[in-house]
């Protein structure tokens, strides 16, 4: 029988999050030295536009106002922000609000960010680079590398789990390669990533001057931008979907309906976690005790990657020069993952 009929796979997440791969930094050069590192993601690429001298090139996530067709890749319409008979709001180039299902998650070249409407677009499965393939995993000794015995008579009976579990693994074709956006190297070589031993192959490439000036680091971003990292706003308690200092460029008076509309276009909100250092003791001070485990921090909400938003007048700092209080602060403040990171996007606007 083969495993994906065994069980159904529920909450898959791939591309690992930024904040999942700053604990390879933290690991290799320690807590104290990565207190100023900035890393976003997550992203992906083919091979050799990451290792050529000129073109360099990687996929983002795709801005919302770009809307996928099921089973296609290419972007079938575009949402503008627009007022019609005195209203404001997302309408396609007809002025109409379009109806059906559309894609989800999905990424667009770099190079083609700027093209107002994308001939390529790699939205449906297929066209990814990766593919979930669950597989029968055998169950180790803690104390030694060979497969634990007996069965699970009982489910609370830790000491008899069985031999077998079903683990979820990510095929990633080999010609391709997951890129993050880093202040910090990390020497070639491989390192440990997760559990069971799970290792990875990490190279570190610069970023092409006109790559990190002109594409990543614009002086502007005008009035209108989108998201490539999930974004968490608010305070340390409460996740919103912008950072208090927009709530008045983000904000139109709908003239028809008398009300206050936000221009922002996004979906639903997706779980932000990370692991925060050792475990504190009774006076707050840190416990440096490599074995202990290390607890898991309360569950933020991000709001996801490519949500656009249009704001009044331009907002000319690039994400960069954003103040630190704009995004909450747990240990470090959450800029330290790429939160927020955006890039121009003019066609948003009509």
């Known amino acids: 029988m083969s495993p994906e009929n065994l069980v159904g796979r529920a909450g898959d997440s791939f591309p690992p999050a930024a904040a999942t791969v700053s604990g390879i930094f933290a690991a290799h050069y320690g807590n104290q030295d990565v207190q100023s ?34 089973g296609e890749n290419t972007a079938s319409n575009r949402l503008t922000w627009q007022e ?3 209203r404001l709001s997302w309408r396609d180039r007809n002025g109409k609000i379009p109806t059906g299902k559309f894609e989800s998650g999905t990424w667009l070249s770099l190079k083609d960010w700027n093209n107002s409407c994308p001939q390529q677009v790699s939205g449906s499965s297929k066209d990814k680079p990766w593919k979930f393939v669950p597989h029968l995993h055998p169950r180790l000794e803690l104390d030694q590398r060979r ?12 000491s008899n789990q069985g031999s077998l579990f079903l683990e979820n693994a990510v095929q990633l074709d080999a010609d391709y390669c997951l890129v993050y956006l880093s202040n910090q190297k990390l020497p070639l070589g491989w390192y440990r990533f997760g559990g069971e031993g799970h290792m990875v192959e990490i190279t570190c490439h610069c970023l092409q001057d006109h790559i990190r000036r002109d594409r990543l680091s614009p002086k502007s971003l005008g009035r209108a ?3 490539i990292t999930p974004s ?5 308690r409460l996740s919103q979907r912008y950072p208090e200092a927009w709530r008045d460029l983000v904000t139109h008076q709908d003239n028809a309906a008398a009300e206050v509309k936000e221009s922002i276009l996004t979906a639903k909100p997706i779980p932000f976690r990370y692991r925060l250092g050792n475990r504190k003791g009774d006076q707050g001070q840190d416990i440096h005790q490599p074995h202990q485990p290390k607890l898991l921090s309360r569950g933020r909400y991000a709001v996801p990657a490519g949500s656009v938003y249009v704001f009044k007048d331009p907002l000319d700092q690039p994400w960069h020069h954003w103040p630190a209080q704009w995004f909450p602060k747990e240990g470090p403040y959450m800029s330290r993952w790429g939160c927020g990171l955006a890039l121009p996007l003019p066609s948003a606007i009509a």
Request: charged residues 20%; negative net charge; proline residues 5%.
């Open 84 to 86: 019609k008979d005195g």
């Open 147 to 158: 497969v634990a015995a007996g069965r699970a008579e009982l489910a609370s009976d830790e």
């Open 232 to 236: 968490v706003w608010g305070s340390n």
């Open 225 to 227: 931008f989108a998201t």
């Open 37 to 70: 590192l900035q890393l976003a993601g997550p992203f992906w690429a083919k091979t050799t536009t990451i290792d050529a001298n000129e073109n360099q090139d990687f996929y983002v996530p795709t801005p919302m106002t770009y809307l996928v067709k099921r």
